[in-house]
Every structure is written in structure tokens, then in C-alpha cells.
């Protein structure tokens, strides 16, 4: 391969796809690291508001990535759409584990994108609402009922998103580590 071929192989499929999914791990460990700098820098509800507005920005921008790494996948490895006479061989073949992989990623950060994180931020909001009413800080002694069931809500929320923002990460740590064998 000629120097200038080297050089233009990022702009071939293969590049693109290799770029593409360089991208999407690197947006989710630093959404992981920013995100833990900002908390320990910001207050607390200011941290809140910011994350309430980059979370949609993220995982849009994750889901659009992995969906791209998906379907230039599909291109590369068409056989591994199956038809109702070919059953599906996802399992049998390093390509169709990495579409596990891939798919194993972008699900759940669409499930991020759409659901949890709308949830986590809309309670979020209300408990902050709350602990203005009361006067107090959520992980004050005597808080109200009402604000002992927001916060056993969003810590669920919270620690679903986290769990499915870590999945999506092993699903794309895995696919890097697939695609160098």
C-alpha cells in the first residue's frame, strides 16, 4: 500500500466505521470523567440543570453514532440479515458478535435517550422543587415523606441510566477488543 493510499484509508468504509465507533466510546468515557468532574465541582443543582441538558445531547449523539456503526456493519456483513428462510446465525460468527455488541450498545442508550434519562431529570426537577418548599436538603435528617419517595425514585432512575450507560460502554470496550483479534 502506497503512502498516499495509508493516508486516505480513514476515509474509506472501513476507516469510517473504525472512526465511528473510536468516537462513540470516546464521547461515553467522557461524559463518564466530565461528568464526575462537574459533580464534584458544581453544586449540586447546578450540576443537575447542566446534566438535564447535556444527557439528551449525549445519548443523541451516542445512539446516532451507533446506529451509523450498526448499519455500516450490516454492509460490511449483509449475511447476517436473516430472511424467514434463513435463520438468524448471530452466535456462530465473530461478525454477528460484533452486531450483538453494537446492538448491545446502542439499545441501551436509546433506552437512555427516550426513557430513563427523561424520567431521571423530570424527578430530579420535582425534588428540587420540593426541598425548596421545605427548606431543606434532600439528604437532610426529617425530610418529608414526600421527598424520601423522590429520592428513592431518582436513585432508581439514576442508577438505571448509569447501569445502561455502562452496558452500552462494555458493548463498545468488547467491540474494539472483537475487532482486534
Wanted: charged letters at 15%; zero cysteines; hydrophobic letters at 40%.
Amino acid at each position: 500500500m502506497s503512502i498516499f493510499q495509508s493516508a486516505l484509508a480513514p476515509f474509506s468504509v472501513k476507516g469510517f466505521y473504525l472512526i465511528t465507533w473510536a468516537t462513540a466510546l470516546g464521547t461515553n468515557v467522557w461524559n463518564t470523567l466530565s461528568g464526575y468532574r462537574t459533580y464534584k465541582t458544581l453544586p449540586r443543582q447546578t450540576f443537575g440543570t447542566l446534566q438535564s441538558r447535556l444527557q439528551p445531547l449525549y445519548f443523541t449523539f451516542t445512539s446516532l453514532a451507533t446506529a451509523t456503526l450498526m448499519l455500516t456493519h450490516f454492509y460490511f456483513h449483509s449475511d447476517l440479515i436473516s430472511s424467514p428462510k434463513v435463520p438468524p446465525h448471530f452466535t456462530s460468527s465473530p461478525e454477528g458478535q460484533q452486531a450483538l455488541l453494537i446492538i448491545g450498545s446502542f439499545v441501551p442508550q436509546l433506552l437512555n435517550l427516550l426513557v430513563v434519562s427523561p424520567l431521571a431529570s423530570n424527578v430530579m426537577f420535582e425534588r428540587h422543587r420540593q426541598e425548596r418548599v421545605e427548606g431543606k436538603e434532600y439528604d437532610e435528617p426529617n425530610v418529608s415523606e414526600d421527598l424520601q419517595k423522590l429520592n428513592k425514585k431518582f436513585s432508581i432512575y439514576h442508577g438505571i441510566a448509569s447501569a445502561l450507560n455502562t452496558i452500552s460502554f462494555l458493548g463498545l470496550a468488547g467491540l474494539g477488543l472483537a475487532v482486534s483479534q
